[in-house]
């Protein structure tokens, strides 16, 4: 069993940056291919962006350029730095992780942006 932790969400204004930590327990981080969704209320829950266990990205169309998934092996945790937040960006992010056919997700943090 993974545990995750999300850690990093708050308030802040539009235009603004934020960035959440993903703590993964376990020794076999290196391997696991992770990423960041997000839920708004009354919508579904959305891949934001994905690094796999090579280190390859992929973002959703709507926070190309402005966000950034990055992964530290050494101490079991994915980052994702949001820049240039808009209110459209409110939403809770979750963290997940996919180890074959295992997927772990997190509780949560709870991102707004709004002035």
């Known amino acids: 069993q993974v545990q995750l932790v999300e850690s990093g969400g708050g308030l802040v204004l539009p235009g603004g940056s934020l960035r959440l930590s993903c703590a993964a327990s376990?020794?076999?981080?290196?391997?696991?291919?992770m990423a960041w969704y997000r839920q708004a209320p009354g919508k579904q829950r959305d891949l934001v962006a994905r690094?796999?266990?090579?280190?390859?990205?992929n973002y959703a169309d709507s926070v190309k350029d402005r966000f950034t998934i990055s992964r530290d092996n050494a101490k079991n945790t994915v980052y994702l730095q949001m820049n240039s937040l808009k209110p459209e960006d409110t939403a809770v992010y979750y963290c997940?992780?996919?180890?074959?056919?295992?997927?772990?997700w997190g509780q949560g943090t709870q991102v707004t942006v709004s002035s």
């Open positions: 997940k992780a996919d180890l074959f056919r295992n997927t772990y």
């Open positions: 376990g020794s076999a981080f290196r391997l696991y291919a």
């Open positions: 690094i796999t266990s090579g280190g390859s990205t």
